[in-house]
């Protein structure tokens, strides 16, 4: 896969979040329960791109991710560096 599809509209904002293990804990304590499956994904960013956004911390230190608006989604699948790997599949 080499890019992320657009939000839905009850989705305005992609949070791609900085650790495998916050995308583990999202992935298998969230997502599973709310769609009844949870994916974790791994890939590259352009530096450059990611340096317009702060890091923000959802609910603790651990918790760390980028919010970037849906509008923006675009932009930044054209910052992706190669492809987009699911390492993590929960159901």
């Known amino acids: 896969m080499r ?3 657009p939000r839905l509209p009850e989705q305005p904002i992609f949070y ?3 650790t495998e293990e916050y995308a583990v804990k999202i992935a298998r304590d969230w997502n599973v329960r709310a769609s009844g499956a949870g994916f974790v994904t791994r890939f590259q960013v352009l530096r450059d791109y990611l340096d317009r956004y702060d890091v923000q911390v959802a609910g603790g ?3 760390q991710e980028y919010w970037i608006p849906a ?5 930044f699948n054209a910052a992706i560096i190669g492809d987009i790997e699911v390492v993590k599949e929960f159901r």
């Open 3 to 5: 890019a992320f599809p």
């Open 16 to 18: 791609p979040v900085t």
């Open 61 to 63: 230190k651990a918790h």
């Open 71 to 75: 509008e923006e989604m675009d932009a």
